[in-house]
């Protein structure tokens, strides 16, 4: 199944934790795989969402964390509770196949194991869409540090595209609760082209898709409300 990670909130000193960006998020998924139940209760490409935190303190409060996930009516399938050092290895260990964060270092760490890593965008605090709007861009994947794009990111976006390409064929066009977007931030025509040529040679048909050929993406986003 696609894997979603996220990091637990903010703690505000009560009984219950704060919640944070990742509330909306779990909703839309959520909401996803109650339509693909709907169409088939016994349907097996569902999301399955882990939180993961790497907070010593934290760890420390698990029955907090999770008491206050079932206070917020959010579907968590498994938390992982680990270090610094090893938490991108539990990613491996729990086939995470996307791995969402506020934290840019930890989604740098987790991309040099292989696992597909990505910035939770703040926007989905404040969006008001009922659909799960998921954008592709060129640099939507975090990269390592060593400037080039290693074959085992290459072939976990591949996996992920092609997996979300099977998900969105379950709905019909005018009535998804999952749309794709892309958007390149560069080069003209041909470049978007080439883009979409390699998502559908994965498997992924996008919704809407975007040149922007150097242009600022603010506007684009706010336009299309992303969720990320």
């Known amino acids: 199944r696609p894997v979603k990670c996220l990091k637990s909130g903010p703690d505000d000193g009560g009984e219950i934790l704060e919640i944070d960006e990742s509330h909306l998020l779990l909703k839309l998924l959520h909401r996803v795989n109650e339509r693909l139940e709907e169409e088939n209760p016994e349907e097996p490409l569902l999301f399955d969402v882990i939180l993961i935190t790497t907070d010593s303190q934290r760890q420390q409060q698990s029955s907090r964390i999770i008491s206050s996930t079932k206070h917020y009516g959010l579907e968590i399938s498994r938390f992982c509770f680990a270090s610094e050092d090893d938490f991108a ?89 999952l749309s794709f977007i892309l958007v390149t931030l560069h080069g003209g025509r041909d470049r978007c082209a080439d883009s979409l040529l390699t998502l559908r040679s994965s498997g992924l048909s996008v919704d809407e898709a975007y040149c922007l050929a150097g242009a600022p993406r603010g506007p684009i986003l706010r336009c299309c409300s992303l969720t990320s």
Request: aromatic share 4%.
């Open 89 to 177: 290895e539990s990613l491996q260990t729990n086939n995470v196949q996307l791995f969402l964060t506020t934290d840019r270092n930890e989604a740098s760490q987790a991309a040099q194991k292989g696992v597909l890593s990505a910035l939770l965008d703040q926007r989905v605090a404040i969006s008001t869409s009922d659909q799960l709007r998921v954008m592709f861009c060129e640099d939507a994947v975090i990269q390592p540090d060593s400037g080039h794009t290693p074959v085992s990111t290459e072939r976990a976006v591949q996996s992920f595209a092609a997996q979300m390409g099977e998900m969105r064929r379950r709905f019909r066009l005018s009535d998804s609760p």
